[in-house]
């Protein structure tokens, strides 16, 4: 499921070595076996243990480990023989990302004085073109959100200078709010905030890693230019405005110096694909439309500093229970409760120092090997069988899910079918988990749907009706479909690139847990029998769906495609 920051950072920050002490009766490692037509625990182990190894290296998107993911999907759509969907009759469909990263000659100076990136200012990538600022007259706005900023006309063609709130009660969002300063500010030459010292190094690193987007077509390089935008420290924003007075002392619309430079991105090929294939329907009226099943084949890759295994799942482990047992929606764990879980974590390492397990590999095996391996199974389950669903059924492996839903994206809006064709898209994203300490209420039958009625009652009833009719129905917690839900999973996954077009979809998950983005989402962490049901559940929904003698009745307005999407 699409990153989340908090997540990342959490696990960037603890390494210290404990015992997790749970969830050990799976090995760490599992022998293949020949899988078979029906969908069945032993397959998915398999398969998820072949898709969540080492050697996948995360899988990131536009990175050799990732092709190597696909290629195995690939070979088995093709052992199954499904029908190639993808570019020039393949079963790939190449999407065109690219890694952006800071121009070897990116400079930024004043009056001989050359500011050195990384230390003195660090800058962000739009992922479009920023607007020329050399010979730009620097102008100090204020303090970000004080009543006295300057106006955006007194900003216009200016390189403008702000200050942030700092200290203890300010969160770091209001601090650097990029958006917003963006919005207000969008007529400058270019902005920097004076910030830098509240980020912590990783963060710098992050921004400093080149970052792999889409690349720009035709018709987004007419888009108009932004302001340069690039965090300072308090050194460099003296320099900048001329004096060496404190910023606090100045008065907004004061005059500094001109500043002289370029900040550009340079960017590389970061080859990346979907798998794309497909069952022909038995009916000739209806096999020319499309019941899509999809999960997402990437993940987050891997990092430079291994952290000790056991340690991050035990300090997890902690904070995942203090969650739970906090007052919903926001289950917040205090400071002071993160501290003393750091203490109870250090006592056990020194109680057990030895055996510590490094790790640097963000496995993503629940996230979304679980639902790339349910959609491989669902496709051998239908392509062994001998009497076929009357309308077609696609099968889509979206690649950069982790990255901003790129993959999906692109096969919406350059579909390798008609896309009024398709009909219905039902979405698997960490479809592995939902015990009791991932989720309130978890067990063998909790299962979250999300959109099935945003834009087809009929879908939410019929999926509700294959639900009754199993001999162990699923209890379906529909919390995180409510409008305006913080958590946002509306937005978060590849269905919705569907829902944007108006094709009614499902998103079938059984929610986040402690290893969400961790090394520790490892394969032997997952329940497979819970795997197999979800799988099989899906499995039934999309057969009502591909029988059915009209399509699914799209009666909810459908979004602006190119519009934002709304919770």
């Excluded at 063609?157 to 200290?167: E, M, P, Q, R």
């Excluded at 404190?246 to 991105?265: E, I, Q, Y």
Aim: glycine share 8%; net charge negative; charged share 20%.
């Amino acid at each position: 499921m699409l990153a989340a920051a908090r997540m990342l950072v959490l696990g960037a920050f603890v390494a210290v070595a404990a015992p997790a002490g749970a969830q050990t009766a799976l090995p760490l490692k599992h022998a293949p076996s020949r899988t078979h037509t029906a969908i069945t625990p032993s397959d998915l182990m398999t398969r998820v243990y072949l898709y969540a190894d080492d050697s996948m290296m995360g899988r990131m998107a536009g990175s050799e480990y990732n092709l190597k993911a696909t290629a195995y999907i690939a070979s088995e759509v093709r052992r199954m023989g499904l029908v190639p969907a993808g570019d020039s009759g393949g079963y790939f469909q190449n999407v065109p990302l690219v890694k952006r990263g800071l121009d070897a000659n990116a400079t930024l100076s004043v009056d001989g004085t050359t500011l050195t990136p990384w230390v003195d200012f660090v800058p962000r990538d739009p992922g479009r073109a920023t607007r020329a600022f050399d010979g730009a007259q620097v102008i100090y706005g204020g303090v970000w959100t004080d009543s006295t900023m300057i106006s955006p006309d007194q900003a216009a063609g200016k390189f403008v200078v702000l200050a942030a709130h700092s200290g203890p009660n300010v969160p770091q969002a209001q601090q650097v709010n990029r958006g917003a300063i963006l919005s207000r500010y969008r007529g400058a030459a270019g902005i920097a905030v004076a910030a830098l010292e509240t980020f912590p190094p990783q963060v710098i690193a992050f921004f400093r890693n080149p970052q792999t987007s889409m690349k720009r077509d035709a018709a987004a390089a007419d888009t108009p230019s932004v302001p340069v935008y690039v965090y300072v420290n308090g050194a460099a924003a003296r320099t900048l405005l001329g004096g060496g007075a404190p910023l606090d002392s100045l008065r907004p619309g004061a005059a500094g110096k001109t500043v002289h430079g370029t900040v550009a991105f340079a960017e590389t090929p970061a080859p990346a694909r979907n798998v794309v294939a497909i069952l022909r329907g038995s009916d000739p009226q209806l096999r020319g439309e499309y019941v899509a099943i999809g999960a997402h084949n990437d993940h987050i890759g891997f990092d430079q500093t291994p952290v000790d295994h056991d340690s991050i799942r035990a300090f997890n482990d902690a904070v995942r229970r203090l969650e739970l047992a906090a007052p919903p929606p926001e289950h917040r764990v205090t400071p002071d409760q993160v501290r003393q879980i750091h203490v109870n974590v250090d006592s056990l390492h020194r109680v057990q120092p030895q055996g510590a397990r490094r790790d640097s590999i963000f496995n993503g095996a629940d996230d979304d090997g679980s639902g790339t391996t349910a959609v491989l199974e669902i496709a051998e389950a239908f392509a062994g069988a001998r009497a076929k669903p009357k309308r077609s059924l696609l099968f889509v492996w979206h690649t950069g899910e982790e990255l901003g839903l790129y993959g999906s994206q692109y096969f919406t809006d350059h579909p390798t079918v008609a896309r009024d064709s398709i009909v219905a898209q039902l979405n698997m994203d960490m479809v592995g988990r939902g015990r009791g300490d991932d989720e309130n209420g978890g067990g063998p039958g909790y299962l979250q749907l999300i959109g099935t009625r945003r834009l087809s009652t009929e879908l939410g009833d019929l999926i509700e009706t294959v639900n009754k009719q199993r001999k162990q129905p699923f209890t379906i917690d529909y919390q995180f479909d409510a409008t305006g839900h913080p958590e946002q999973y509306y937005c978060r996954s590849d269905h919705y690139m569907y829902a944007r077009y108006g094709i009614p979809i499902a998103f079938f998950t059984t929610g986040n847990h402690r290893d969400y983005h961790q090394v520790t989402d490892e394969p032997q962490y997952l329940d497979y029998d819970k795997l197999a049901h979800v799988s099989q559940f899906v499995h039934d929904v999309a057969t009502a769906v591909a029988n059915l003698d009209h399509r699914v009745v799209v009666d909810k307005p459908k979004p602006d495609p190119h519009g934002n999407c709304v919770q």
